[in-house]
């Protein structure tokens, strides 16, 4: 059984997104599913990241690297790093909506693997042929 077999046993795909052997991704049939298939695809590379982390502990937000690694990539962008003086909130609205955001995918692969890990899918042996 194929890997994206496996995560369709756990997270079945919604109507309109089915698997492409050429694109190694999800697509979709129709475009009524393009937003879906967007959604579909992230929790499909999700599934596959909580699966190569095995057991180890996902990211978490505000854990200091994490801040560390959004604040080097604004900075790549050449966002305004202004912050509030008492609070670890961004005084430019382009930059506090990049950083809500930024988190907002943290949470979601967060919540994603765990979820994996908790009941993970078992592998079946392919054998050699």
């Not at 194929?2 to 475009?31: A, G, M, Q």
């Not at 393009?34 to 590379?45: F, H, I």
Request: with cysteine; hydrophobic share 35%.
């Amino acid at each position: 059984m194929s890997e994206h077999e496996l995560f369709e046993r756990s997270f079945p795909p919604p109507p309109y997104v089915e698997w492409s052997d050429k694109l190694n991704d999800y697509t979709y049939t129709d475009f009524r599913a393009l937003g879906n298939v967007c959604k579909y695809s992230g929790q499909w590379q999700a599934w596959q990241a909580a699966r190569a982390l095995g057991d180890a502990e996902p990211v978490r937000v505000c854990d200091g690297k994490e801040q560390y690694a959004f604040e080097d990539f604004a900075k790549s962008q050449n966002m305004d790093m202004h912050e509030h003086p008492l609070h670890y909130l961004f005084l430019n609205p382009e930059t506090d909506a990049a950083r809500k955001g930024w988190k907002a995918a943290i949470e979601y692969c967060r919540a994603a693997t765990l979820s994996t890990n908790a009941t993970p899918p078992q592998q079946e042996d392919l054998g050699d042929g």
